[in-house]
């Protein structure tokens, strides 16, 4: 088998409308300067997307970019990023997958595909070593997820859509083995260019790192500290993310009702440990992994995944139901179908308050858990009320009104943290390049969770949201899982050993000097020793701030600016009953700041200076 | 659920600087309303016309000063205090607020400019109303100086129209009679 | 465009217009939930068949959801409050559910009182009297002018007698303002040219007032530059063409324009001499104001020059304005309307007065005596709009330019007492 | 002159403008027999202090406010408006304050509708449905009011209500309110105030009295913008503007929707920028339309804009196109203005949307027309 030393640093381009497949490189300087994964996915589409392009039609392009670490066998890297213009928000979305088509893909020898155009009838792209061919796909269209995939696996792994992206469901999903291209309708973007799936063959190249030794070395330490960390081999190991309902229940961010509370007597019934007691759960995860998040188990009879927090939390205890074996399948449905669970479940939650207030009309209902699936399928097949809902909350609620319990930002729903109990992450939400996600910051661990910085504080908030924006950019970029920050942040002895209270005061009133201080250099490492360039703390962080204010600037072009950097009204306007303080989240306060930390200017886009610092070129 | 406690009922304030000044105010000119109709020739004449039964009161509305002044049984203008209650009120003219009031009475503004920016409502007899606020100008012109009073009216009349021996006896006069 | 300390400005009425306006009612009617109008007006009215007009617009409109509930066409000019007990009782006989008033003042004051008594119910109007008494919205109520000047229907005030006790008694209240004004061209197409001049005239006296007296806003001066210009280019077209209804049109539409510019602004000393001069000698009031005019702009010319020289451009056209000098303006104005009431002079035969002593009623007889001037400027000197005139006025001013309007000659402005600053807005 | 032929108007609101309007508030109240307003407001203008200047102006009357509600969230909703009403009767208010612009109107106007006919108010959605007169409305304008606030349309949750009758019955226009607070919120203000102007005063259908309001708004845009841009918080310039809102508010609720209006607002709720800033840019691409579209510009648009002596000093056949050049040159000199729809970052896709979705909210307009002024306003007008 041949060898890749660090990285293949091509680039395989395809055209559907012309059928037209090209190869190019990609350049020492993106290289250093954007990392790979969404970092280097975003610098081509940078040079490659038009802004103000639909991004239903031909012109937009998506790229899948494998991160660099893939393939070495470093701790929770089986992980690949995607990169295209969301039909949900209208601007950029990079989403990451830990299923089987990344390794394929870099194992063909690629390091980005990019696909542009839009193929004549419903096809799908094989890609192989040599290139790509674009195939018919009449065999495989109309097929769900699991068929799909089942119907290609002998000519690789692949990432398919389901009925729900044929459909154009504006948050339909890319599916790739039981793992997930999740947020911003990706799906849809393989509908409209009538792609239903890409296969790679894979394992014609081997990846071996330029320092070998270097590289063991930090891998090690990485599996130590994961091993050693109470939540990545804890109750992450042990629960998944579903770990979290509890915390989030008590720390009163866990979205009840359509974020109408923040905490509920009966959300123990769906918490990761009660499922892990009585539905005889399982290991089920992306491959490699340390962490082992990912479990399945027995529902009613049948083998589901079990449901990852978000979806417990927008599909279950958002819209009042507490029924483990109900939201477990209609996490398969959507995994079926292909559809993004959280936008899903806020699209839900929001019609249901729309249909009990008079303004939408439909059989849903808070609690009543008779007509989800077959919801579940309409809004995949885009039948009756379906239809309409498969286009979003925000698009429903400018249709029907109801703005204010719409519970999304810049069109993608909020994940399940509700930000009036984590002021920071409420600031994170707002100001998230691809919408409400939680991924950009998870500053609600901080906050809610770990009581490392007080949660009802607006100071230092701005620091930190700029901070874990560019760490969590750069790891995308790396990319290696989410969850190895864990480790990383926690387990260096200098915090290790530091009792809580005292990093709370660190963290809250000398903010950038708490967080210049953390020991993060563990994933610098693991980079310079795959691919061999030097790249230290300081570097690894400017390259995440680069990647942050590159999708910055390039949402500022779509027309992104301070006006879309909000909160839904609801949290903004609307205290909850179980906090008896009567908390919203005090957004405007915090956002100038974060503008002024952040080197924007008063509306909320790049100034001049930074891109010249971060050397980004204006277009 | 809507925090009612949250929204209490505001009863707005009382201005009592404002309200000072203009209680002042409508005592002196309520007092110098009765003096000058002793003592000046043109105001005698406009009085005269007035019916028998004239009872004016100015006031701010809705909750007051209130002034009084009307003909007494021998048809003398004479003034009646600050209670309108019991009295038989035929010519109301009401300032629309305190303020309003405030700077009518400070010589912010004429009377004829308050009239034109629709800050006096007049309830009763029109041509009364004017030969009411005839004396006001008059008022303002025996009783100011020339700087202040200039302000108060459209026209400060000249010697041809007010002679200066009129106009100083009537000053003087309507001083003695208002302070005794 | 100047924009006072303060202003108010208001105009709750629903101005309909056109060759065709009367057809509108019915939908107004059913827009207000209402569906048995009953028309109030008086003899000529009726007697010129114009009810008859009013009455099958009413009827004949699709899907026939109104009609007429009853008809009183016996207002005198002189109304008083039995007529209005009387047409109240015949309201509520025939279950009418709004009014529809067809006529001039005194058929729209009459309507106003009705409006009062079987809105609020019971006889006694009295209680009612006052500013600001009425404090409850009443019935529907349309008013269709029949002559185009007088505005009143854009009026607040009610004025009705009370011939027993040989009172007025006023009415003051936003609710006694009709909902709709319907201005046809065909109510006034039949309207004589004498009367045509004059209530056109008075409307061109209520804008040009508006425009330059104390409590003009940047709303009252823009109806009033839209109304003088409606007016001042068609009057005498349709005194020469009786019959040309877009002129006639035009006159409406600038009468309900000059309405409510000056019910919102008031004016001044035109109309201080002008309701005197009425109510001294029983001249007509269209008459006063066309003969008045340009003496309140000259005698005020020292304090509103500026003003009246914008007047000219509406009243003259742009043209003129051009050719005319800046300092010139004021007085080319002035002489403009001169002119105007020159040429309608003409136009009518002699019938339109330019002078006071023209005056003559329908014997040929004058009607205002040299010797009247005193008791007009006595009467004059208790008016009210004499506030919002930019200059004060006494007895003997009034008494000078009385007798400048009663010989015909412009005023000698060296005879007018200046005195003041310039007026502040 | 154009022939009015047949029309209509009506614009019911008083208009009391200038120092000392809000103390007038409690007679005009009294007129209506109402002593217990019900105000509502944001959290914006609350924070900045205007309602207790409205309280401070209502002192020594009679009036006791039932209730200042200062949470009116961005968007108005039904749930809030069923919501205030309930807090209205229980309170026992008899009137409705609004003090600021958009949601607060709209809510106001909501409230109004739920507690004057007790049923509700999604009930009223539509065109004339409300079926009586209301309780008194009083609106206290801010810098940021919209004409559209002080028509007799409101838009709740996304939905149109249209009534005559939801027509604020007073307007208090305060200098105290008005002061412009950024030059972002006066440029808003402005140019959707101008664009109704204009639109109602180009309008086929302009009558005599609709003319009359859109003329004034015309004029004092023209005169007091500039100043206005530069000092935000200056008085007479602030009066101006909000003076200008109210006049274009009279003259855009008598004349049917046009192409800036029904496209500006489509673009401002699809993109979320401010309507001002789109028929900012709309404004002068659809005068360009009109212009190649040789439909003859009215000549009394140059009086509005420069006075009488530049519209007189003028020969007549060029007033019309020298009164447009003039408003051209008025959006010229605006510097914080974007000229294209490109430079706003509106994408193409989003542009043809707003124009799908103008089409269906007005039917009358024509499609040709809306894409052209659209195409020139994307790449801007030279």
Known sequence: ?619 | MMHYNKYPEIKPGLKLLKRMYVVTMLFVFGRAFQAVSRVDRGAKEVFAKMPDDFVLDFCVVPNGPHMVVGKDEKGRIKYMGWNPAGKKVTIYMKIKNMDAAFRMLTFQESSCTATSRDRLIVDGDLPTACGVLHIMDLLEVLLLPKFLAKLGVKRYPKWSQLSPVRKWTSRLLTYVRLVA | MILPEYYEFCCRVKTVAGHRALEKISPELVRMNAKKPMIITDKGVAGAGLIKIVSSAISSSKGGKTSVGAVYDNVPPDSDLKIVQEVAKLYRSKDCDSIIAVGGGSVLDTAKGVNILVSLGGDDLMQYAGSGAVKKKLKPMIAVPTTSGTGSEMTLVAVIADHERNVKLPFVSYFLLPDVAVLDSRMTRTLPPALTTSTAIDALTHACEAYTCMAKNPVSDSTALEAIRLIAGNVLNVVKKPGDLEGRLALANGSALAGMAFSNSMVGLVHMLGHATGGACGVPHGVCMSIYLPYGLEYNLHKTSHLTAELLLPLAGPEVYAATPKAERATKAIAVIRKLNQDLHEATQGRHARFLKEVIDRDGKQMVPKDALPTIANTAMGDATQFYNPEDLDFNDCMMVLEHAWEGIPLDLKKVKKGGKGIKF | MQSPGDYGFFYQAKIMAGTGAMANIPVELDGFDARHPFVLTDKKTSDSGLPRKFVKALGESNTIIGALFDDVPAYSSVSLVKDLAQFFRDRGCDSVVAIGSGPVVDVAKGVNMAVSTGADVLGFEGVNRVPGHLKPLVVVPTAAIKPFDLTGNARIDGRKFSSAFLMPDVIAVDPLMVRGCCTECVLDTAMVSLSHAVEAYLSPSANPLSDAYASMAIRLIAEHLQKSLKRPGNKAASMGMANAAVAAAAAFDNQPVGVVHALGMELSLLTGNAPGLCMGILLPAALEYRRQMKQEARSELLMAMEGFDAYAGTPAGQRGEKGLRSLQLLFSKIAVLPRTLEELRVPRFKADEAIQEALKANPSLKKQDLSAVMGLAMKGVQ
């Open chain 1, 1 to 619: 088998m041949q060898e890749i030393v660090g990285t293949s640093n091509k680039i395989l381009e395809v055209d559907l409308s012309t059928g037209v497949t090209s190869i190019g490189e990609i350049t020492d300087k993106d290289r250093r300067d954007y990392m790979g994964g969404k970092g280097l996915g975003l610098k081509l589409l940078y040079d490659r997307l038009k802004p103000g392009v639909d991004p239903l039609g031909e012109e937009n392009i998506i790229a899948f970019m494998p991160g660099v670490l893939m393939g070495t066998g470093a701790p929770c890297s089986g992980r690949f990023e995607a990169v295209t213009k969301s039909p949900l928000t209208g601007i950029m979305v990079t989403a990451s997958c830990g299923g089987p088509f990344g390794m394929a893909l870099k194992t063909s020898g690629w390091d980005a595909l990019i696909i542009r155009g839009a193929a004549k009838n419903p096809s799908y792209l094989f890609i192989d070593s040599k290139g790509a061919e674009i195939r018919d796909a009449k065999g495989v269209w109309g097929k769900d997820t699991r068929e799909a995939q089942a119907a290609l696996e002998k000519e690789g792994a692949s990432v398919v859509i389901g009925p729900a992206g044929e459909h154009l469901v504006r948050y339909a999903n890319l599916c790739s083995g039981h793992r997930f291209l999740g947020r911003g309708g990706m799906g849809a973007v393989f509908g409209s260019k009538n792609l239903k799936a890409v296969v790679a063959r894979g394992g014609e190249f081997k990846i071996v790192p330029v320092k070998k030794k270097k590289f063991d070395k930090a891998r090690k330490t990485l599996n130590r500290y994961i091993s050693r960390n109470s939540i990545t081999s804890g109750s992450y190991r042990n629960f998944g993310t579903n770990a979290n309902v509890n915390l989030s229940n008590a720390a009163w961010i866990l979205p009840v009702r359509n974020f109408s509370g923040g905490s509920h007597g009966e959300a123990h019934k769906i918490s990761g440990e009660t499922i892990a007691e009585n539905y005889n759960t399982k290991y089920h995860t992306c491959k490699p992994c340390s962490i082992l998040c990912g479990h399945k188990g027995t529902f009613a009879g049948k083998e589901r995944s079990v449901p990852e927090y978000e979806t417990t939390g927008l599909m279950g205890s958002n819209l009042e139901i507490f029924d483990p074996v109900a939201i477990s399948e209609w996490n398969e449905i959507c995994a079926l179908m292909g559809m993004d669970t959280i936008s899903t479940g806020g699209s839900l939650a929001w019609a249901m308050e729309a249909t009990e207030k008079g303004l939408f009309e439909s059989d849903l209902k808070f609690g009543f858990a008779g007509n989800i699936s077959q919801t579940l399928k309409d809004i995949a097949y885009g039948k009756g009320v379906g239809k309409e809902l498969g286009m979003g909350s925000k698009w429903l609620s400018r249709k029907y009104g109801g703005e204010n319990f719409a519970i999304h930002v810049k069109g993608l729903e909020m994940a399940a943290y509700d930000p009036r109990g984590a002021f920071g992450q409420g600031l994170s939400y707002a100001v998230a390049n691809r919408g409400a996600c939680h991924l950009s910051t998870s500053l609600f661990t901080l906050e809610a969770y770990f009581d490392m910085a007080s949660p009802k504080a607006k100071r230092g908030k701005a620091t930190m949201v700029k901070f874990f924006e560019n760490v969590y950019a750069a790891l995308n970029s790396l990319h290696i899982c989410h969850f190895t920050a864990f480790a990383v942040f926690l387990e260096p002895p200098l915090v290790k050993l530091s009792p809580t209270p005292v990093l709370k005061l660190l963290t809250q009133n000398i903010t950038p000097v708490a967080l210049a201080v953390m020991d993060i250099s563990l994933w610098p490492e693991l980079w310079s020793s795959v691919t061999g360039k030097r790249l230290g703390m300081l570097g690894f962080k400017k390259v995440g701030e680069r990647v942050h204010v590159l999708e910055r600037y390039m949402n500022t072009r779509e027309g992104v600016s301070k006006k879309d950097d909000t909160l839904p009204g609801r949290m903004l306007s609307e205290p909850r009953k179980c906090d008896h303080k009567e908390r919203t989240v005090p957004l405007d306060k915090m956002i100038g700041r974060y503008y002024r930390v952040r080197g924007y200017d008063k509306n909320g886009v790049p100034k001049d200076r930074l891109l010249r610092r971060l050397g980004i070129e204006k277009k």
